[in-house]
Every structure is written in structure tokens, then in C-alpha cells.
Nanobody, 128 residues
Framework: QVQLVESGGGSVQAGGSLRLSCAAS????????MGWFRQAPGKEREGVAA???????????YYADSVKGRFTISADNTKNTLFLQMNSLKPEDTGMYYC??????????????????WGQGTQVTVSS
């Protein structure tokens, strides 16, 4: 059974940083796609970033335009943990952040319907 557990959310001021973690069990990172999504109140869930491990230390990463240059997605296969380093945070980054996983490539990584497994979410609040 696949389980994803996020942590690391919190409240920060604009310009600050947070690092989210997602601990995965029952799931292998190798040759599978994992992503981070967020959802603000009254808005649809949107893809923030995704990562595909092609085996060994080969990774492909994908980012929404709104976070490019500020967020970095990474993974530690040895610990089965996914990370999202968020720098230069803005109030519009506020929302519930979810870790998600599915099998095979990140072909349509921004489509939440592609993902089979989801964590419970961790709240990120950025104040101006």
C-alpha cells in the first residue's frame, strides 16, 4: 500500500523560504513520476513541480512558470523522500501543498488525474 506523508509547511513572510518533505512508503522512485501540487482556497489544484527518476542518479525536473527559479524539486531515493525547496516566497504561493505519485513518465505532470496516490497535504502561508 502506497503512503505519502508531507511535512515542512508553515507560515513565513514574503521573501522567506520553506522546505517541504514527502516521505513515501510502498512506492519506488525509480522510473516513476512524483509531483507537488498546491491548492489555494477557492481555486483549482495546480501542479507546481514534478520529477522523474530515469534510474540511478538521472532525474528530469519540471516546473510551473510561476515558480521557476524560486522552487527546486529533488528526491532522495535512499530515503524514499521527495523535497520541495521554496525560496523567495510570495503571498500568492499560499495554499495547501500536496505530494503526489504515479507510475511511469511525467508525460502530463500538471494533470492531477494522472496521479494515483496523494498525501494529506501541508499548509503553506506567506504573508506580505
Amino acid at each position: 500500500q502506497v503512503q505519502l506523508v508531507e511535512s515542512g509547511g508553515g507560515s513565513v513572510q514574503a521573501g522567506g523560504s520553506l522546505r517541504l518533505s514527502c516521505a513515501a512508503s510502498g512506492y519506488t522512485f525509480s522510473r516513476n513520476c512524483m509531483g507537488w501540487f498546491r491548492q489555494a482556497p477557492g481555486k483549482e489544484r495546480e501542479g507546481v513541480a514534478a520529477i522523474y527518476n530515469g534510474g540511478g542518479s538521472t532525474y528530469s525536473t519540471y516546473y510551473a512558470d510561476s515558480v521557476k527559479g524560486r522552487f527546486t524539486i529533488s528526491a532522495d531515493n535512499t530515503k524514499n523522500t521527495l523535497f520541495l525547496q521554496m525560496n523567495s516566497l510570495k503571498p500568492e504561493d499560499t495554499g495547501m501543498y500536496y505530494c503526489a505519485a504515479h507510475f511511469f513518465f511525467c508525460a502530463r505532470w500538471t494533470d492531477s488525474k494522472e496521479y494515483s496516490y496523494w498525501g494529506q497535504g501541508t499548509q503553506v502561508t506567506v504573508s506580505s
